[in-house]
């Protein structure tokens, strides 16, 4: 079974960073993409930025500039850097990932159960 645990939310002032990182475990052949979401207080959840297996990435253009995302396929894990955080980015964020149990296999997805990033002003 396939899991994903995400860490690194917590509380940070206007101006600091943070590191997300996003663990994947179970017998996963390989990735497709692996992304960032975030839901705030009475928001719909949004892509943050994701990563494709070529290593092409997008982000969000409230968090260009300021947020990075990578990863470490021999660790199973997708990162999200974010500097310069202001209160703006307060949320639940989330990690989303596409991936395969076999080389042809079914593309199937998985959502994380979310990390908490509060940002004080």
């Known amino acids: 079974q396939v899991q994903l645990v995400e860490s690194g939310g917590g509380l940070v002032q206007a101006g600091g960073s943070l590191t997300l990182s996003c663990v994947a475990s179970?017998?996963?052949?390989?990735?497709?993409?692996m992304a960032w979401y975030r839901q705030a207080p009475g928001k719909q959840r949004e892509l943050v930025a994701d990563i494709t297996s070529i290593r092409t990435s997008h982000y969000a253009n409230s968090v260009k500039g300021r947020f990075t995302i990578s990863a470490d396929s021999a660790k199973n894990t997708v990162y999200l850097q974010m500097n310069n955080l202001n209160p703006e980015d307060t949320a639940v964020y989330y990690c989303?990932?596409?991936?395969?149990?076999?080389?042809?296999?079914?593309?199937?997805?998985?959502w994380g159960q979310g990390t908490q990033v509060t940002v004080s002003s």
């Open positions: 179970g017998n996963i052949f390989g990735f497709d993409a």
């Open positions: 989303n990932v596409d991936y395969r149990l076999r080389r042809l296999g079914v593309p199937r997805n998985i």
